[in-house]
């Protein structure tokens, strides 16, 4: 018989790739927004938009590159 506990690991990867992505894309995008209003220059949202999609992938590839280091200190 099959334990209730079962852990579905792709779903909970995709949703840790999905949580660092928007995570890290949300707080670079609204934290260059407040600065831009501050200094109260004008950008459109294709900038914005950019910059969402660029700094999620940065936050990817570093999460990435961490979860490699310490897979590899395991060892």
């Known amino acids: 018989m099959l334990s209730s506990a079962n852990i579905d690991f792709s779903g909970i990867l995709i949703d840790l790739i999905l949580i660092v992505f928007f995570g890290f894309g949300t707080l670079y995008t609204l934290s260059a927004g407040i600065v831009h209003r501050l ?6 949202v294709g900038y914005y938009f950019l910059s969402f999609v660029v700094s999620g992938v940065i936050g990817l590839v570093a999460a990435g590159l961490l979860a490699f280091i310490w897979a590899m200190s395991l060892s």
Not at 39 to 44: L, P
């Open 39 to 44: 200094k109260k220059q004008t950008r459109t």
